[in-house]
């Protein structure tokens, strides 16, 4: 049984992306030709369950922003389809970008550069309020307060502007403009990668409380992988604009089966850790103007065969000892 499949048997997706691709670039000429192409996102396809916290990790580069980006419709698919609740998401985009907002919501990673310098808090929590509700204007207040007390925040910091809070605060802010009109979906774009350590922990046991009280669905996107590991339930691992591997948290960071999934986990630093895994600096990246017909990650894979260069590997090519665990890899990892 291939990964869709295995994915929509039930009745609990709340977000499908099916066959995803963005390409910037590509563009005619005045003078003929076409300016050159960069593939973000090739053939991506992923679903999202309802009540679920998807971790999604890679590399700089890999595509993570570009499909936060298309999920909120920020950015629209070069190609592919995004349906929320089997609706459309980018004809929604196109046609009514409110009701898209209603559903699904932002958190983005700089927490003071994502707020108007010029605005106070309340204001910046209110433009949702008007513009995605139909409260009046004591309703908008009760909800403003509902909103600071469910982040943790005095009433009196409402008339403040962003300048005065600190970073873990600053995104506290955020994450209640996020919750402002009640959205089911919010994709949360690095979110305590700019936040000390123990400002990231208090910060992610707030999402946490919040998933509960107000029945969320979140995708979080990471470099860290001990974060995305603490607050996942599945993990997607992105190269290249393309899954190279799906499944359970657990499982992954137990039993990997992509090498590249592997190579990040033993290149990340711990405490007391001494086995890290490097690689040459002069390993070869592939070139985002002419991708592979292959592997992507197949010039850096000890593994790779005349297969890999030749031909790309269906997502599902490797399956994990669950049948929601799968990688598009023709030479997966040893199970343990």
Do not use: W
């Amino acid at each position: 049984m291939n990964e869709m499949a295995t994915q929509r048997q039930g009745d609990d997706v709340l977000l499908s992306i099916a066959e995803v691709e963005r390409i910037f670039g590509g563009e005619r000429k005045l003078f003929g030709g076409r300016t050159p192409a960069v593939h973000a996102v090739q053939s991506l396809t992923l679903d999202v369950r309802k009540g679920e916290t998807l971790g999604v990790v890679g590399e700089s580069g890999c595509g993570k922003s570009t499909l936060a980006r298309l999920v909120v419709g920020l950015d629209l698919p070069t190609s592919g389809t995004i349906t929320f609740e089997g609706e459309d998401l980018t004809a929604l985009a196109r046609k009514d970008r409110n009701a898209l907002s209603r559903k699904v919501q932002y958190v983005f990673q700089d927490p003071v550069a994502s707020l108007n310098p010029r605005k106070t808090i309340r204001t910046i929590l209110e433009a949702p309020l008007k513009h995605l509700t139909d409260l009046d204007a004591k309703g908008r207040e009760r909800r403003l307060q509902e909103l600071l007390q469910a982040v943790n925040l005095a009433p009196e910091f409402l008339e403040r502007y962003p300048h005065e809070f600190s970073g873990g605060q600053a995104q506290r802010i955020g994450i209640a403009r996020a919750l402002a009109a009640g959205p089911e979906l919010i994709v949360l774009d690095e979110p305590v990668s700019a936040l000390d350590v123990s400002v990231q922990a208090q910060v992610l046991n707030l999402l946490d409380r919040l998933k509960d009280q107000f029945g969320l669905t979140y995708i979080f996107i990471s470099h860290d992988l001990s974060v995305v590991e603490s607050v996942s339930d599945r993990v997607a691992v992105m190269y290249f604009g393309r899954m190279a591997e799906l499944g359970p948290a657990r499982e992954i960071f137990k039993s990997p089966l992509h090498p590249y999934t592997e190579l990040l986990m033993r290149s990340a630093p711990a405490p007391g850790r001494h086995d890290l895994m490097s690689e040459d600096a002069s390993a070869e990246l592939p070139d985002p103007y002419n991708p592979p017909v292959g592997c992507a990650f197949a010039a850096r894979c000890p593994r790779k065969t005349e297969i890999c260069v030749a031909v790309r590997p269906a997502p599902d090519e490797a399956q994990g000892r669950g049948a929601t665990h799968c990688a598009a890899c023709y030479h997966p990892l040893a199970q343990a």
